[in-house]
């Protein structure tokens, strides 16, 4: 499974920018899919998540209100809709996949795309 993330750029604080993730396999097998980001010395954190069966959604605290996890599976593709945007949202954005095989769970990551916010 390759996952691909566009859409990071420099925006100002307040700004708007969608985040996607094209995945080369349907996102309909995935069990979920995720957004996770990782500031310059702090550990990589969960954003949001969003479940395939249920279209349940999971979001950290720092933004929820703001942002907002959604797929298309017909286009195989997640996305991060990501409003009133802060400094401290500055950060490499990586999708995550999580599999459910009958032997256990397979994590798929992409790259990362950057996202700078300036205040």
């Known amino acids: 499974v390759q996952l691909v993330e566009s859409g990071g750029g420099l925006v100002q604080a307040g700004g708007s920018l969608r985040l996607s993730c094209a995945a080369s396999?349907?996102?309909?097998?995935?069990?979920?899919m995720g957004w996770y980001r990782q500031a310059p010395g702090k550990q990589r954190e969960l954003v949001a998540d969003?479940?395939?069966?249920?279209?349940?959604?999971i979001y950290a605290d720092s933004v929820k209100g703001r942002f907002t996890i959604s797929r298309d599976n017909a286009k195989n593709t997640m996305y991060l809709q990501m409003n009133s945007l802060k400094p401290e949202d500055t950060a490499v954005y990586v999708c995550r996949a999580l599999i459910i095989t009958g032997t256990g769970s397979e994590y798929y990551w992409g790259q990362g795309t950057q996202v700078t916010v300036s205040s």
């Open positions: 396999e349907q996102t309909f097998s995935f069990y979920s």
């Open positions: 969003i479940i395939s069966s249920s279209g349940r959604t």
